[in-house]
């Protein structure tokens, strides 16, 4: 399995840039997904971490995944053009990204309603691209974030947003 998916990727957020463990789990997140898997299951049986945010993480996990029974719906497919500034900061005429107009444009996939809660599409395309067999549970609340669990004895949980102007008209 490809923990690594789940990781920040960008150094801001070091100290989720790699996978951590801690008591018996071995946990990835960036922050918007966290995922953990039983340390068993994982073949180097790491050691605990010393910088593991062990106040913080585990806490998210005290939830009752049994209630994850709902098969994720598939993506719909739909994407919508977005767009962010380029790192370049348009002193590159050649940037890859942005030809030197310091914008860059990219789709990613609509926003869908899982239960009460908005998840945002970019976050279901990395848990349906890297997980098999993924089932959630929404507790009602649309701020709660959504409990999920998946094959390999996978536990995860996604923030939902507030609201979205991309959502799918696939429920
Ligand atoms: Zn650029």
């Known amino acids: 399995m490809n923990l690594k998916a789940f990781c920040a990727d960008f ?3 070091y100290t989720f840039t790699r996978i951590m463990a801690y008591g018996g789990w071995v946990y990835a ?7 953990r898997i039983p340390a068993t299951k994982e073949t180097q049986k790491p050691r605990d971490d010393d910088s593991f945010p ?8 005290k939830r009752d995944f049994s209630l994850c029974t709902v098969p994720f719906p598939p993506l719909s497919g739909e994407t919508y053009r977005d767009y962010d500034e380029c790192e370049c900061g348009m002193r590159d005429p050649d940037c890859q990204l942005c030809d030197g107009t310091g914008t860059w444009y990219f789709d990613i996939p609509y926003d869908m309603v899982l239960g009460a809660t908005i998840i945002a599409g ?6 349906l691209d890297n997980l098999k067999n993924v089932r959630y549970f929404c507790d009602g609340d649309p701020e709660t974030p959504l409990l ?3 094959d390999g004895d996978v536990q995860g949980i996604v923030a939902p947003l507030r609201r979205s102007a991309h959502l799918s ?3």
């Open 122 to 127: 970019r976050l279901l395309k990395r848990i």
């Open 29 to 35: 997140t960036d922050c918007h997904i966290a995922i």
């Open 54 to 61: 062990s106040e913080q993480i585990p806490i998210l996990f």
């Open 148 to 150: 999920f669990v998946a």
């Open 11 to 13: 150094d801001e957020r």
């Open 169 to 171: 008209n696939v429920r």
